[in-house]
């Protein structure tokens, strides 16, 4: 290469640096995962019994019993009639399209990845609401987390601990959690300082105010960010049935390979009845919770 040539050419790497790069770090990644992936393993052994015994109730009980619970959870989590009725006739209507043993696999992935998602999500977002260190750290990994194509989550997450549901857990938690996170944190700090203030005057405590008035306060964009979160599991399903994942997703990875159209759209339509039920559910519950705050 001339003296000149890099002002018309970017300067790179040549292939050999770059192959002698890509081997280190793979080799030091394969390494990793024989020395540390038996003990990984081991210590989610605990969830995946648990996931196990989840699906194999929601398979294994009645369907109008599985029906039953979750038109009295919606009702409660909401107090509308509308919605509790939408809540069974759709799933009524998922299972006499043959698609209730793969909706209640997804549920139950859904279920469990969102709740450890809020439950990871929650407490980062309350330690970026009451650090500006701790936002300014958090805040460019969420921005990697969110970009990153969620194919790339598949791959470091199937080479440690192979194909099954925990990768797939994993996967789905990584995937969806930045919403929760980001939101807990704008919610609380949307919130009033003259409140918090006349909180204080009152001899509260900073747990108090949190639990007693901040949190409260917040809840409707801690539920925006819970909304989201299982917007994005969901979305996740049809990818992490790649990895083994049984679900709604493998009709759906079927039918993109064999071009069955109607396949895809029913199992599709599924996933989306699943995500307006509990975005119905959450909104409900997020708008009844501030009402109560509001009237107390």
């Given at each position: 290469?001339?003296?000149?040539?890099?002002l018309s050419?970017?300067?790179?790497?040549?292939?050999?640096?770059l192959?002698d790069?890509r081997?280190?770090?793979?080799?030091?990644?394969?390494?990793?995962s024989?020395?540390?992936?038996?003990s990984i393993?081991?210590?989610?052994?605990?969830?995946?019994s648990f996931?196990?015994?989840?699906?194999?109730?929601?398979?294994?009980?009645?369907?109008w019993?599985v029906i039953a619970?979750?038109?009295?959870?919606?009702y409660?989590?909401?107090?509308s009639?509308?919605?509790?009725?939408?809540?069974?006739?759709?799933?009524?209507?998922?299972g006499?399209?043959?698609?209730w043993d793969?909706?209640?696999?997804t549920?139950?992935?859904?279920l469990?990845?969102?709740?450890?998602?809020?439950?990871?999500?929650?407490?980062?977002?309350?330690?970026?609401?009451r650090?500006d260190?701790?936002?300014?750290?958090v805040?460019?990994?969420?921005?990697i987390m969110?970009?990153?194509?969620?194919?790339?989550y598949?791959?470091?997450?199937?080479m440690?601990?192979?194909?099954?549901?925990?990768p797939?857990?994993?996967?789905?938690?990584?995937?969806?959690?930045p919403p929760?996170?980001?939101?807990?944190?704008?919610?609380?700090?949307?919130?009033?300082?003259?409140v918090?203030?006349?909180?204080?005057?009152?001899?509260a405590?900073?747990?108090?105010?949190?639990?007693g008035v901040?949190?409260?306060?917040?809840?409707p964009?801690i539920?925006?960010?819970?909304?989201?979160?299982?917007m994005?599991?969901l979305a996740?399903?049809v990818?992490?049935?790649m990895i083994g994942v049984?679900?709604?997703?493998q009709?759906?990875?079927k039918?993109?390979?064999n071009?069955y159209?109607t396949?895809?759209?029913?199992?599709?339509?599924?996933?989306?009845?699943?995500?307006?039920?509990f975005?119905r559910?959450?909104?409900?519950?997020a708008?009844r919770?501030?009402?109560?705050f509001?009237?107390?």
């Open positions: 290469m001339s003296d000149s040539s890099w050419e970017i300067p790179q790497l040549d292939r050999r640096q192959l790069i081997k280190t770090l793979d080799g030091a990644y394969r390494s990793f024989r020395e540390y992936g038996d393993e081991a210590f989610f052994d605990p969830l995946l996931l196990i015994w989840f699906e194999k109730l929601l398979l294994g009980s009645p369907w019993l619970v979750l038109a009295v959870f919606a409660m989590a909401s107090r009639w509308k919605l509790t009725l939408g809540v069974v006739l759709a799933f009524f209507l998922i006499f399209f043959g698609m793969n909706t209640m696999r549920m139950s992935i859904i469990v990845s969102t709740s450890l998602a809020v439950l990871i999500g929650i407490p980062i977002g309350i330690s970026m609401a650090s260190r701790v936002q300014s750290v805040t460019p990994i969420l921005d969110q970009t990153m194509p969620a194919f790339v598949l791959i470091p997450v199937v440690l601990l192979g194909i099954g549901k925990i797939g857990v994993i996967a789905v938690i990584i995937y969806a959690v929760v996170i980001r939101l807990t944190n704008l919610g609380i700090r949307l919130v009033d300082k003259e918090l203030e006349a909180a204080t005057a009152y001899g405590s900073p747990m108090q105010r949190l639990f901040q949190l409260p306060l917040a809840m964009n539920m925006a960010g819970i909304n989201q979160t299982i994005m599991a996740m399903v990818i992490a049935s049984k679900g709604l997703g009709p759906v990875l039918a993109i390979t071009q159209f396949l895809g759209l029913l199992n599709g339509l599924a996933i989306v009845v699943l995500a307006i039920i975005d559910i959450s909104q409900g519950y708008k919770t501030l009402q109560n509001g009237g107390q």
